[in-house]
């Protein structure tokens, strides 16, 4: 059969035993289908040419998908895929040598791929085009991952190119960003614990509007004061999306918690995805409740050895918002020891105490003592007691440092006995006044 070429234009020479030649990249084809190759005297261009049919390919990524699994506001994480619908893709912007063999056989001109092209240049960008754009990864496979925590700035496309050793496409396949923003609101931890240096209480929270990509909650306990600008913080708790609380046992402690944080200021909650912890929480500051009486004082009316009865008074807390009771008991010692309630003074949340200079409970006469050597007032919220309380003496002897105690005898004669302890005298009366 006889080919007959109707259009065609000059795009390069070679000098004799040359067998190839570079086609530049983006090169415009112009239309036209067929590489034709001529030998050249010094005299004439020969009349019949070898040829060859081009064979553009097209390739770029295709079917781009990109989840933001990075819940900060202003970052970015996530998988990008896939690259390439459809094998032949993969082959984009390959170098493409014009080769043909010194005889000039019109079947011997053939075109060479110097490569294969997997690669993949992956930017943020400003347009759909590519301008402005920052590259960020390069791959040879179908999907890579967005590290998380990149920081998205003015940037609104994700957009790739496909390349080679040759050249980068000029059209890339874009993707419009959307940041997924996911950190919870309105934390709140009141403390029930009425210790010093302790809390306890329902942490509670507001989800966020998009919970999509949320797994769980991630909660700890931090000290956000440090000095050194290093924040320290060690884990407490995590709960499933779909909860908005959590439990904080009573006597908690906010010192030397975990033996990591040697002092916790703040409640920190993190959401979490299925890729990574966002890295800027909610936080909460702790506001520690302290409710422990002070100014205790007794003062024993009961004659009889070995029995008290009075009247035992101390001032309220300075927070009495949480107190809703207020339980004295006898004791063995000053942190509780062996303690024994006798008598409780139930207020109702506040204690019932606001502008009262001082609450008392009235010990019956003949109340035993036993071996019981103090009596102590611990205040309880609606969660617990205290685990420590403002306490008042009567013992043999026994004094609280600074505490003042007066005893008296109707028979002077003894006192040097019953400053030991040792009275008999059946007229005996004692006071004790322990602040």
């Known amino acids: 059969y006889k080919l007959t070429f109707c259009r065609r234009t000059f795009l390069n020479d070679a000098p004799a035993g040359d067998t190839q030649i570079t086609i530049p990249a983006e090169t415009d084809t112009g239309g036209f289908t ?71 056989d019109a079947h011997a001109i053939t075109s060479h791929h110097g490569f294969d092209t997997t690669r993949y240049n992956i930017y943020l960008a400003t347009s759909y085009e ?19 925590e990149t920081a998205l700035r003015h940037f609104t496309h994700l957009v790739v190119f496909a390349t080679s050793e040759l050249a980068e496409q000029t059209t890339p396949v874009a993707l419009l960003l959307s940041d997924v923003q996911a950190t919870v609101a309105n934390v709140s931890l009141p403390d029930y614990d009425l210790d ?21 909650y991630v909660i700890y306990f931090a000290d956000y004061n440090v000095t050194n600008g290093s924040d320290i913080r060690a884990y ?45 929480p909610a936080t909460h500051e702790i506001a ?19 029995e008290i009865g009075g009247r035992m008074s101390w001032q309220p807390p300075l927070q009495t918002e949480k107190v809703v009771q207020y339980n004295v008991y006898f004791a063995q010692s000053s942190d509780g020891l062996s303690r024994q309630r006798q008598g409780l003074l ?6 019932g105490t606001t502008g009262v200079d001082a609450i008392y409970l009235d010990v ?31 013992v043999q002897g026994a004094v609280v440092p600074g ?18 302890g040792l009275c008999r005298n059946q007229n005996l009366r004692h006071l004790l006044v322990v602040g």
């Open 236 to 280: 407490f708790k995590n709960v499933s999306v779909g909860n908005e609380s959590v439990e904080v046992a009573p006597e908690t402690t906010l010192v030397n918690y975990a033996n990591i944080v040697p002092e916790t200021t703040h409640v920190a909650i993190y959401t979490l995805s299925s890729l990574v912890e966002q890295s800027t």
């Open 288 to 306: 520690d409740a302290f409710a422990t009486v002070s100014g205790s004082l007794f003062v024993d009316k009961d004659l009889d050895e070995e």
């Open 346 to 351: 139930d207020f109702g949340p506040g204690g």
């Open 34 to 104: 067929h590489f034709l190759l001529y030998a050249s005297s010094a005299l004439a261009e020969q009349s019949t040419p070898a040829f060859l049919r081009i064979d553009d390919l097209r390739s770029r990524a295709a079917s781009l998908s990109f989840v933001d699994l990075d819940l900060d506001a202003g970052e970015i994480g996530g998988t990008i895929s896939p690259w390439a619908d459809f094998l032949f893709m993969i082959r984009a912007f390959a170098c493409l040598d014009l080769c043909w063999s010194p005889i000039f």
């Open 130 to 148: 590519g301008a402005g754009r920052e590259l960020q990864l390069t791959s040879t496979q179908l999907s890579v991952l967005l590290p998380p």
């Open 364 to 394: 019956p006469p003949d109340t035993a003592l036993g071996s019981f050597s103090h009596l102590l007032v611990y205040t309880r919220s609606a969660l617990v007691e205290q685990s420590f309380g403002g306490s008042a003496f009567y």
């Open 196 to 216: 010093e240096k302790e809390v306890g209480g329902t942490l509670v929270w507001d989800e966020p509007s998009n919970t999509a990509q949320v797994t769980h």
């Open 403 to 420: 505490s003042s105690v007066t005893r008296a005898c109707m028979n002077t004669a003894c006192s040097r006995q019953l400053a030991r």
